[in-house]
């Protein structure tokens, strides 16, 4: 997301080397590429080759949803570890624990909320309280 959001923020219609990219978000080139790759192969960023080259942003920020680029990199959004029916189940082959079907849920709230927000939102600082529930004085009195 990082690498993301500074690509948006710098790129200003010309291409961004990551090289500049992993030294402004500390992060390694090497893995940059790697992301990048997976990153061009969803349709997210494009490649511009030679002197003054990079990647660009293959659709604005506005249109760009955070679920798309968490999905382009193969992260998925899930909150259990569990396949319920393998060796891997919430208790070992026998079923789905009494807690699964919450973090499931979860799970899907989370893709939910990820798929309302757009990589410009996040560029902009504009994601906090779009929920409406958190900014909500009535909700956060009753949480108290």
């Given amino acids: 997301m990082m690498a993301m959001a500074d690509l948006a923020s710098h790129s200003q219609g010309k291409p961004v080397a ?22 061009r192969k969803g349709g997210l960023v494009r490649s511009v080759r030679g002197p003054g080259g990079g990647y660009l942003l293959s659709r604005t920020a506005g249109e760009m949803r955070i679920s798309d680029i968490i999905l382009a990199v193969d992260e998925p959004i899930q909150t259990t570890r569990c396949t319920p029916g393998t060796p891997a189940g919430c208790h070992n082959n026998k079923g ?33 309280g779009t929920s409406g529930l958190f900014g909500d004085p009535a909700i956060n009195a009753a949480a108290q």
């Fill in 18 to 39: 990551l090289a500049d990219i992993a030294e402004r978000q500390e992060i390694s080139l090497s893995y940059l590429e790697q992301l990048f790759g997976k990153l």
């Fill in 96 to 128: 789905r624990c009494m807690t699964h079907d919450l973090w499931e849920e979860l799970g899907n709230q989370i893709y939910l909320y990820l798929s309302s927000v757009t990589l410009e939102q996040v560029t902009q600082r504009k994601v906090l």
